[in-house]
């Protein structure tokens, strides 16, 4: 008969589910073509780069969009200009762990770009793109989860915003790098499972909405649960 170790496992530390909303400013910062993009990019706070990066997974929770980020969709969409927007495209914000080197590689790449189609640079966007701040306000939600499949089932529940804070927030303001999902499954106060953390971690890296992510993360639980006999 399979061991139930990880089922039957408790935590000392529950872990204790948080949601958020956010709160946006414009900033009236607002470029009509790429070059003026580049130039207010120095010039706007580092809450703005994150705002248009790394939120735009909160506001795109349940589409997977084809330029997951506003730099990369403004570019390919409204500026007209679709190789810029792939190129703004394949960056992954969670890779960073400063918004200050984000800032400087989206930079880099504008300025690149630029250097190389001097005809893109009296090309007036169809629609002017307005740089926006976040402030991301915490909501603790009613919700813990002592064992694994506790934690399985509220990870399928919660709301996206949970998913977000949890996921996305975590890794650049709380602690750059790292989730508190797999933190807590890695911890020794918490499910003391390395593995699964590992797991848990590298999800966030494979490109995918709120949802996608929450349907990885529920069937890697449930994957950890049926190889040791337990069940969701």
């Known amino acids: 008969m399979k061991s139930s170790v990880n089922e039957d496992r408790r935590a000392i530390r529950p872990f204790q589910f948080v949601s958020c909303m956010e709160l946006r400013e414009v900033l009236g910062k607002r470029a009509t073509d790429v070059p003026r993009l580049l130039e207010l990019m120095e010039e706007v706070p580092s809450d703005s780069i994150y705002y248009h990066t790394h939120s735009y997974y909160l506001r795109h929770a349940y589409a ?3 330029y997951p980020n506003d730099f990369a969709t403004w570019a390919a969409l409204y500026a007209h200009d679709r190789i810029l927007g792939e190129r703004l495209g394949v960056l992954d914000p969670f890779a960073y762990l400063s918004l200050e080197a984000l800032r400087q590689d989206v930079m880099a790449i504008i300025d690149d770009h630029l250097s190389h189609n001097p005809s893109v640079y009296r090309v007036m966007g169809a ?19 002592w064992t694994l499949s506790e934690f399985r089932n509220a990870v399928q529940e919660v709301e996206a915003g949970a998913l977000y804070f949890h996921l996305c927030e975590a890794r650049m303001r709380k602690t750059p790098g790292f989730d508190d999902f797999s933190h807590w499954l890695s911890a020794q106060d918490g499910l003391n499972m390395p593995e699964l953390a590992a797991q848990v971690q590298r999800v966030v ?14 069937s890697l639980c449930d994957g950890e649960l049926k190889a040791h006999g337990g069940t969701a």
């Open 64 to 66: 997977q969009t084809l």
């Open 127 to 145: 629609e002017p793109f307005d740089f926006v701040r976040s402030y991301v306000i915490e909501a603790p939600l009613d919700r813990q989860a």
């Open 205 to 218: 890296r494979l490109g995918l909405n709120l949802e996608g992510m929450r349907a990885r993360i529920v």
